[in-house]
């Protein structure tokens, strides 16, 4: 028997900017779902980063959930695969975590340990600019299209999710129960208590003050750092 596959799927996104949380939704709903064998990890990669280099370098078949810009009617979901998907993920940048991914995939090529197989599963977001907000209707009705197109894919590199008898619950999450969409959604506060976009109370407030510190310079220390030809 040949050794298995490590398959890495991954859900990139921030959760607290509405549909910026489509990919860490996606792989949490494909988790309640399917269950898999030991050499497939699923995973909320949240904002992470760099942080996620080593297990992009140990998987040899790597799946991303995440809103993309397209450039493409909002809620269209599309599929990139192999060379092409870190071109997709840093043409119009969304998200700080976007350029953070396109140096996680550059660093494991450049060290050498690159997922030999890779598939974007993108949308087209409807609304980002929403702090505390959840996905869109339209792009929350991709989620279970998403999950199937990367059924598909993977059964095509031998990987196979199988349906669980009895879906897990919403706190048997991957991410924080705090964060569980329907409770995310419930307890959201109304817009007078949480400001959507950045809240001007505070910059209003005579509590929120910007002082400069004065620091002496009597004490400052010399030092010559352009000394060429002096020694």
Known sequence: MGVEKAALILGIGNVL?????????????????YEFPDNVKLMDGGTQGLYLLQHVQAAEILVVFDAIDYGLEPGTLKLI???????????????LHQTGFQEVLATAEMLGDYPKHILLVGVQPVE????????????????????????????KHDIKGTARVTPLTAEQTLS??????????????????????????VLESPLYKVEPRPHSIDDAVSVDVDHRGKY
């Open 17 to 33: 900017w509405a549909d910026e949380g489509f990919g860490v939704r996606a792989v949490d709903e494909m988790h309640r779902q």
């Open 176 to 201: 924080e129960p705090a964060i569980v969409m329907a409770r995310y959604e419930h307890e959201r506060p109304s817009e007078e208590e949480a400001c959507r976009y950045g809240d001007s109370r």
């Open 128 to 155: 980002l600019e929403d702090y505390g907000g959840s996905l869109r209707p339209l792009v929350k009705e991709r989620i279970q299209t998403a999950i199937s197109s990367a059924l598909i894919w993977l059964r």
């Open 81 to 95: 695969e192999g060379d092409a998907v870190p071109n997709f993920l840093g043409a119009k940048k969304m998200s």
